[in-house]
């Protein structure tokens, strides 16, 4: 199943795929963030936002809240989550506002779609252009230079349609700008099991390699992957938070 299909294919299960992710507290980590850093406005745009779930909170915090994504029965599942929401079908390398936002997030890694350097900067380029002077753009990364090849996350989660395992992991081929992210979905009905596997084009970067593209653009903060608490980055962990006030 090549490229995206998985997720168009899937879109029913895509939150299922996500159970154990806590959009809460990934959602108030940022609006606190845009209360330290940022302008401490509401205008809010979620990159690759998916079926909206980091929209639903920032909504319910009293954002004025969009998003965008390149699959649409994404977008027609977060309009029903989010009906006080605009949603847009844009790449988010190419993407326009239709007024300038205070806030754009990119989060579950999402940025690493961009999948390679010259798009990403073109995504950077975007996300200048969208918001105002002060605003902040946040988003979660990882260094290609700790990617264990071998590391997995998995879980289960239970559905109407059945017992769902989702697994997934990084490969980096250790040089270039290219990783992948390999993914593996199992369903079981009645002891008979259903597999998808994919993998999806990543771009490969390295933090300091991407704080230089930011820094033309931004006043970049680095820092530890813990949505818990706001701390710089240790200098050694492979997954950091990136904070960029527009200049």
Known sequence: MPGNALYTDLSGYYDLMCADIDYRAQSHC??????LLGNGANRHLDLACGTGPHVRHFIDAGYQSSGLDIN????DRAAIRCPQACFSRQDMCSFTS?????????????IHYSASIERLKACIASVHAALVPGGLFCFNAVDKHTIDNRSFVSHSATHADGLFTFSSRWHYAGAGESQLLKLRIERTVSGQSQVWQDEHPMVAVSFSELSELLQPYFEVHVLEHDYQKIAPWDGVSGNALFACVKA
Do not use: A, E, G, N
């Open 30 to 35: 940022i609006h606190r963030l845009q209360q």
């Open 72 to 75: 649409q029965p994404m977008l």
């Open 98 to 110: 239709t007024q300038p936002v205070d806030l754009i997030t990119c989060f579950l890694y999402s």
